[in-house]
């Protein structure tokens, strides 16, 4: 897999923005007219959230929209949002990619195994504790991702926006061409615990500091927006004190939730789904089949009312 990048560079260097730019123009010209005929689902735009653990809630939807026959015409994704994204818009079905997830987090073995780097690096190429953060991302999602996983923005099925933050400018970034895989990792940055990316000229860390949920970021006004904010809702409640790491990572998620309710206030999508996964933690994953169950009944809200809604335009 690390073969195949190095191979890519040099191309994808020299043109792979160019051809991104035709394949995009190009499904523009056919919405706008073209000779060839887009399918009726091609009238909305879908942004998956960020939210940690909690972003397996997208899961069920990505299987409505199976089950719907529609495909978005354009995807965004923050944080676990464009993990999810990146896998959808690469090509696997929501089934596919519920198997994968749950396969990796409910078989604890076997994902320490993985872990294991056979590649000829070491522990340490994943783990340094004089890094900025413990865990290099990029590494990370080379050892777990799927190895059919999409190398470049254009080999994706569906266009795809990435929400990162630069972390001197304190703005948002939003990538959509080049290499995925250090995308989606800049977007997933969590600080002390995933490293920064360097991309681009920046330094990027987790796009949910700046735009937990991006419905905002699509520049098509022929488009409906879908939003799926996975921040919490419906939140249990509990006493006593929480620990320590349960205070930072909380903390992280309260941040998210107060940034998308601000963003709420100010403008809304055509359809906002907000699975109800409030009593989950951020660092859930191991308890990802609970999580999907949750999110179940927001899959039939979904369907029905996305259904609806592309009914009536």
């Given at each position: 897999?690390?073969q195949?990048?190095?191979l890519?560079?040099?191309?994808?260097?020299?043109?792979g923005t160019?051809?991104?730019?035709?394949?995009?123009?190009?499904?523009?010209?056919?919405?706008?007219g073209?000779?060839?005929?887009?399918k009726?689902s091609?009238r909305?735009?879908l942004?998956?959230?960020?939210?940690?653990?909690?972003?397996?809630?997208?899961?069920p939807?990505?299987e409505?929209?199976d089950?719907?026959g529609v495909?978005?015409?354009?995807?965004?994704?923050t944080?676990m949002?464009?993990i999810l994204?990146?896998l959808?818009?690469?090509?696997m079905?929501?089934?596919?990619?519920?198997?994968?997830?749950v396969?990796?987090?409910?078989k604890?073995?076997?994902?320490?195994?993985?872990?294991f780097l056979?590649?000829?690096?070491?522990?340490s190429?994943?783990?340094?504790?004089?890094?900025?953060?413990?865990?290099?991302?990029?590494?990370?999602?080379?050892t777990?991702?799927?190895?059919?996983?999409?190398?470049?923005?254009?080999e994706l099925?569906?266009?795809?926006?990435?929400?990162?933050?630069?972390?001197?400018?304190q703005?948002?970034?939003?990538?959509?061409?080049?290499?995925?895989?250090?995308a989606?990792?800049a977007s997933?940055a969590?600080?002390?615990?995933?490293?920064p990316?360097?991309?681009?000229?920046?330094?990027?860390?987790?796009?949910?500091f700046?735009?937990?949920?991006?419905?905002?970021v699509f520049?098509?006004?022929?488009?409906?927006?879908?939003g799926?904010d996975?921040?919490?809702?419906?939140?249990?409640?509990?006493s006593g004190?929480p620990?320590?790491?349960d205070t930072w990572?909380?903390?992280f998620?309260i941040?998210?939730?107060?940034l998308?309710?601000?963003?709420l206030?100010?403008?809304?999508?055509?359809?906002l789904?907000e699975p109800?996964?409030?009593?989950?933690?951020?660092?859930?994953?191991?308890?990802?089949?609970?999580?999907?169950?949750?999110?179940?009944?927001?899959?039939?809200?979904f369907?029905?009312?996305?259904?609806?809604l592309?009914e009536?335009?």
């Open positions: 897999m690390i195949r990048r190095e890519m560079l040099g191309a994808i260097a020299a043109g160019t051809l991104q730019t035709m394949k995009h123009a190009q499904a523009a010209s056919d919405s706008s073209g000779t060839t005929d887009r009726s091609d909305f735009a942004a998956l959230g960020g939210g940690a653990a909690k972003a397996f809630a997208h899961i939807i990505l409505g929209l089950e719907l495909k978005p015409a354009e995807m965004a994704g944080s949002g464009s994204g990146g959808y818009a690469g090509g079905t929501g089934v596919e990619i519920r198997e994968f997830a396969e990796l987090f409910t604890k073995t076997q994902l320490f195994q993985k872990l056979k590649d000829g690096r070491t522990w190429s994943l783990f340094n504790v004089v890094r900025p953060a413990i865990i290099d991302p990029i590494i990370l999602f080379e777990v991702f799927p190895n059919t996983m999409a190398e470049t923005f254009y099925d569906i266009p795809l926006k990435i929400v990162a933050t630069d972390f001197y400018t703005s948002q970034v939003v990538l959509e061409d080049g290499q995925l895989l250090p989606i990792a997933s969590l600080p002390m615990l995933l490293t990316v360097e991309l681009k000229g920046r330094v990027l860390i987790d796009g949910g700046v735009n937990p949920t991006p419905f905002d520049d098509r006004p022929d488009l409906l927006t879908v799926v996975v921040t919490g809702s419906v939140f249990s409640h509990k004190l620990s320590g790491l990572i909380g903390s998620s941040t998210l939730h107060s998308v309710a601000a963003k206030a100010c403008s809304r999508p055509d359809l789904i109800p996964i409030g009593k989950f933690k951020t660092m859930d994953f191991f308890k990802i089949e609970d999580i999907l169950e949750a999110a179940e009944p927001a899959k039939d809200v369907k029905r009312e996305l259904g609806t592309l009536k335009t």
